[in-house]
């Protein structure tokens, strides 16, 4: 073969004391080529990607780069070698303009002050290296999560990056932006950029993959070409085969007791008039781009938002207008967006995090119920099969699946029966998913009703029992579970957007 | 994934952590034995109680500060309402001719009212805890200046009774061991103690998971008011006078002494334990330091010292925790 890889890691090892998390594993990264890293969560794709990235050394193996040894000591050492890494988590300054994030710590100077016009110049020059049309004085915090993307991969692009990291860049965008980062993608390849690409989107990986490295438990397990079939993917990473990515269980009579009622709900600049009903047992999902007021909605009927009009009732009883509580009391649950940001408190434990939602209530004259409370956490976390190995470690040490799952686990002790959920399984692996589906089958199952806010097609159309699709605050139509495919949701949710392709 | 579950090897696993954990404990016996050889007159009767009594006006303080930041706030106003709460205790008492005992619990009810005003200002007014108490510490001391013009006023016997003794026990002590009790209960076994932690540690998972996240801000800045008029009338009793310049500066003590018992200024995590292992390392070094004839302009870069130190230990606790 002609193509020399521009890094290997060749039979790395690395152990965190006496744990091994990554045992004897092969990786390459080619000039041109995109190397998909499939695993699950915990599988040890992050320490990899940090033996690239100079953060961690390997305790075995080593790292080839043009295929010279070398070692890569810090992130510093990794960046002179042309490495870069987009983290999940943006390395920009919110408040600095995009020209002065662009060349933070290069910033060109003249007579010892910054020279403004050569600054903007080289990032200008810097952002058209991926075709980023974009002022450069806007302050960063302006931009939205894909932008700031973009202008860390220009940035990333502009220091002469020859590998560049992407650790699930697209988990946070839209489809529609996640295709302008594929198209940004493709043109780095064709310039020879070698790109390791991370992602727990399995459809993503054919459309932008040349091969998969799949691992598990740290163990290399296969290298396989990005067009092997999905369920052949899952196969490989989870080690058995998930039979339904979707098992959705709707009950065959479907009762007729509204749970839920939404009634002309409106929150200006946030959603106009909208109203639907959920039954007992109903899974109904929530479709629509992001920024189309899906989250608003989801947030003001959980009283965490106030609204201008329109009611929200539980079986019949109209719940007060933001009033977390009240909406608790009713028996509504909300599993919030941003898990880290609103889900948790990420250094309490597992049995506190469990307990929030519960602890006024089982308390007694003022006083906490432990004893209760670790005897329904506990009960919880085997029924939900959370893995920890103490109910008392910070929630902070458990995967991104476990950690949705103890959100859950919340409501489950609160006995809630609405569980309103905002994209419920982001940033989840593949095997955890399907357990938060089986999930959301018992607790409909039960006679409980679902609100799912999803910005994954596929998931939306999987779980739901009837789907609406919301555009620039309306409710733009429903579907029922049978009549909806990607098209006529995608074209529901786009539909006057000029903008969109 | 992340590398926090993975225990490393356990030896060297088990002392950083011991360290990490029980850093500012680990300083204090050190500190203690190096007092002991060093200077005959440390390990005395009389000393002890006076480190106890010194002790007992920062500590009291303190824990009403851990409750502060263990929400994730800040007060700096506790020294200001300590010395408004005496002295506004020593005007019921001589201006307004109201008994002893109605001064005392007067002058915990300033203390408490000027607590609920940082809450509210915090909480309900959106100004960040440490604008809102620091306008509190210019105002507290403001009035206290206004109420006494100045001047000293005399206390009442009941707030003196605070100062004094019970046979040979020093009654601050038995104070400060009370305080302790009831600010540990509060924070381990009630409601409110396990929602500050909550409140400090992410307020808006804490507030979606239906935690009255506003009423508890206030809670927890008028308990430290409560604690603070506590610290003030301590002081007061101990000098039969409500001095206007009495705890002037003890704010800073109080955070110090938060801080160095393992508290994160972020928030979401402290101890009493903790707390009162920091008070007493201040008040221990500064103890030392005098018996050792250290100047006090000196003392006070050693403090500076200490406090960057327990700091440091902070960090290398987290450190531990999330690599």
Request: proline fraction near 3%; glycine fraction near 10%.
């Amino acid at each position: 073969m002609t193509v020399h890889p521009l890094i290997t890691l060749q039979n790395v090892t690395k152990t965190f004391g006496q744990v091994t998390v990554i045992q004897d594993v092969t990786v390459s990264v080619y000039p041109g080529q995109v190397q998909v890293l499939l695993g699950e969560n915990g599988a040890g794709k992050s320490t990899l990607i940090k033996m690239v990235a100079g953060v961690y050394q390997p305790d075995g193996g080593q790292i080839l780069v043009d295929g010279t040894v070398t070692t890569l000591p810090t992130t510093r050492a990794a960046e002179e070698h042309g490495i870069a890494t987009i983290h999940q988590e943006l390395n920009l300054v919110a408040t600095m303009s995009v020209a002065e994030n662009v060349m933070l710590g290069r910033m060109p100077t003249k007579l010892g002050m910054v020279d403004r016009k050569e600054l903007r110049r080289q990032a200008r020059a810097a952002l058209a290296l991926i075709g980023l049309e974009i002022d450069v004085d806007t302050p960063v915090g302006e931009l939205g999560i894909a932008r700031q993307q973009l202008v860390e991969i220009a940035k990333a692009l502009s220091i002469n990056a020859r590998v560049l990291i992407l650790d699930e860049p697209t988990a946070a965008l839209t489809r529609h932006e996640t295709q302008a980062l594929f198209a940004v993608m493709a043109d780095l390849r064709r310039r020879g950029v070698g790109m390791l690409f991370i992602s727990h989107h399995l459809d993503e990986i054919a459309e932008v993959g040349d091969t998969v490295t799949v691992i598990r438990d740290g163990h290399f397990i296969a290298e396989v070409p990005a067009s092997t079939p999905e369920d052949e993917l899952v196969k490989l990473m989870v080690g058995r085969s998930i039979e339904d990515q979707f098992p959705r269980r709707a009950d065959e009579t479907p009762a007729l007791t509204e749970v839920l009622t939404v009634t002309n709900l409106t929150s200006a600049g946030h959603f106009d008039d909208i109203s639907f009903t959920v039954r007992a047992g109903e899974v109904l999902g929530i479709a629509g781009l992001v920024g189309a007021g899906r989250t608003e909605l989801i947030r003001a009927i959980a009283g965490a938002d106030k609204y201008d009009s329109g009611s929200v009732a539980v079986r019949g009883a109209q719940l007060p207008k933001g009033d977390i509580q009240a909406a608790i009391r009713a028996g509504v649950g909300h599993v919030p967006e941003d898990r880290k940001g609103q889900g948790l408190v990420l250094d309490a434990s597992v049995n506190d995090n469990l307990g929030y939602a519960t602890l006024a209530s089982s308390a007694r004259f003022g006083l906490a119920d432990f004893t209760g409370q670790r005897r329904r956490a506990e009960a919880v976390a085997a029924k939900l099969r959370i893995r920890m190995h103490t109910i008392d470690q910070p929630i902070r040490s458990l995967s991104g699946g476990n950690q949705q799952k103890a959100v859950f686990g919340r409501w489950i002790i609160a006995a809630s029966t609405v569980l309103l959920l905002d994209e419920p399984t982001r940033g989840v692996d593949v095997g955890a998913k399907v357990e938060i589906y089986e999930l959301m089958n018992s607790i409909t199952a039960a006679g409980g009703a679902i609100v799912m806010v999803s910005s994954e097609l596929p998931e939306i159309l999987g779980m739901s029992d009837r789907i609406l699709v919301m555009r620039d605050g309306r409710l733009a139509g429903e579907l029922s579970a049978a009549d909806a495919t990607q098209d006529t949701v995608m074209t529901l949710a786009a539909r006057s957007g000029a903008a969109q392709r | 994934m992340s590398t926090t579950t993975l225990a490393p090897t356990r030896r060297s696993f088990d002392y950083k952590t011991f360290l990490a954990n029980n850093g500012a404990l680990v300083g204090l016996v050190v500190l203690c034995i190096a007092l002991v050889i060093a200077t005959p007159d440390f390990l005395t009767g009389q000393n002890l109680l006076n480190i106890g009594i010194q002790v007992s006006t920062v500590a009291v303080l303190a824990f009403g500060m851990t409750f502060v930041i263990v929400a994730g706030g800040i007060d700096l106003s506790v020294g200001a309402v300590a010395a408004l709460s005496a002295m506004a205790s020593g005007w019921f008492f001589v201006s307004a001719g109201m008994p002893g005992w109605v001064a005392l619990l007067g002058g915990l009810a300033v203390g408490l009212l000027a607590g609920i005003v940082n809450g509210a200002a915090n909480a309900y007014g959106k100004l960040p805890s440490f604008i809102a108490t620091l306008a509190m510490l210019s105002v507290a001391r403001g009035l206290t200046l206004v109420i006494s013009d100045g001047r000293p006023i005399k206390t009442a016997a009941e707030v003196s009774f605070l100062g004094g003794n019970i046979g040979p026990v020093p009654m601050p002590i038995v104070i400060l061991v009370l305080a302790a009790l009831v600010a540990s209960f509060i924070l381990n076994r009630t409601v409110l103690g396990r929602s500050m932690y909550a409140v400090g540690g992410n307020a808006e998972a804490a507030r979606l998971s239906g935690l009255p996240v506003k009423r508890i801000i206030v809670t927890v800045f008028a308990l430290a008011g409560l604690f603070a008029a506590l610290a003030g009338l301590l002081l007061a009793g101990r000098l039969d006078s409500a001095q206007p310049q009495a705890a002037a500066g003890y704010e800073l003590d109080a955070i110090a002494a938060v801080v160095i018992g393992g508290a994160s200024l972020s928030g979401g995590l402290g101890k009493i334990s903790g707390t009162f292992i920091g008070a007493l390392v201040l008040v221990v070094i500064r103890n030392g330091l005098n018996l050792l004839n250290v100047s006090s302009f000196w003392q006070q870069v050693v403090i500076g010292l200490v406090i960057a130190l327990a700091v440091g230990a902070d960090v290398l606790r987290r450190k531990t925790r999330n690599s």
